[in-house]
């Protein structure tokens, strides 16, 4: 063997060592990600206008249960609410069904969107962030963004004193005011 073939030889072994490595950390990065994802039982703090941990308006009452793990309402009633606290993240409120069908979700506390909005946020700052896509009626503390595209979701964000004090996503019932409430 010659020298030349020797330590080319120790190269591939080095770089191959090296790509393992790499891809064991981006394997484990992945993985972590994916946990803080959807925390507490499958409800996710990023609310987005495509769901919340995997959550879309129109879902069965079963199917939440499943992706989030929290109780969820009688399928039989035609309006129910089901409150939820998730210790890790502070996550807190409550989800809206219709028809045993998922509708919307409040959240309380703990809820941040991906463009960085949360609950405590300033009013400077979500309009800021969403500027004119942003929909209000004039005189009203409440603000909708809604997705572009078919299903047209919204997100809410309810504001108090200049803050973010509540994020919603759903279809159109996550316009109600109270939960059942018309």
Not at 58 to 71: D, E, F, K, N, Y
Not at 104 to 133: E, H, N, Q
Not at 144 to 171: C, H, M, W
Request: one cysteine or more; a positive charge; charged letters at 15%.
């Amino acid at each position: 063997m010659s020298i030349t073939t020797r330590y080319g030889l120790r190269v591939i072994r080095l770089v191959r060592r090296r790509i393992a490595i790499v891809a064991a950390a981006a394997t484990l990065l992945v993985c972590a990600t994916a946990a803080t994802a959807a925390i507490g039982g499958g409800i996710s703090n990023w609310v987005t206008l495509d769901g919340v941990g995997g959550v879309v308006p129109g879902m069965t009452s079963a199917r939440v249960h499943t992706l989030w793990g929290i109780r969820v309402p009688s399928a039989g009633k035609a309006c129910a609410v089901a409150k939820f606290h998730v210790s890790y993240g502070n996550i807190n409120g409550y989800a809206l069904f219709l028809h045993g069908h998922f509708g919307a979700v409040f959240f309380t506390s703990g809820a941040t969107t991906p463009s960085g909005i949360r609950i405590g946020s300033s009013l400077g700052d979500l309009i800021a962030t969403y500027g004119k896509k942003l929909a209000t009626v004039p005189g009203s503390n409440t603000y909708f963004l809604t997705r572009k595209t078919s299903p047209r979701y919204q997100l809410r964000f309810d504001v108090k004193k200049k803050a973010v004090i509540g994020i919603g996503f759903g279809n159109e019932s996550v316009h109600f005011v109270g939960g059942c409430g018309y």
